[in-house]
């Protein structure tokens, strides 16, 4: 019963390191985008103070997987 007991204690432990972990996550990921957004939202400011053209702020190329042939996939 002791074991069992002991066993159920560590259980519970690594679910609470877990949850703590996961939620830290999703707080450093939520700061890491309101982070973004702000600069972002700098950058719009001081494009319309100096009249300059639209900043386009998707990726520059970065995400484009090439060379790759999916041709493999299809029926056969």
Not at 4 to 18: F, I, P, S, W
Not at 26 to 43: F, L, V
Not at 55 to 68: A, P, R
Request: hydrophobic residues 30%.
């Amino acid at each position: 019963m002791q074991l069992e007991l002991q066993m159920n204690m560590q259980r519970k432990q690594a679910d609470v390191v877990g949850l703590k972990g996961r939620e830290k996550e999703k707080e450093d990921r939520k700061d890491e985008r309101t982070r973004i957004q702000a600069s972002q939202a700098s950058e719009l400011i001081d494009q319309r103070k100096s009249g300059a053209p639209p900043k386009k702020f998707e990726s520059s190329g970065n995400d484009i997987l090439g060379g790759f042939d999916l041709g493999g996939f299809g029926p056969r």
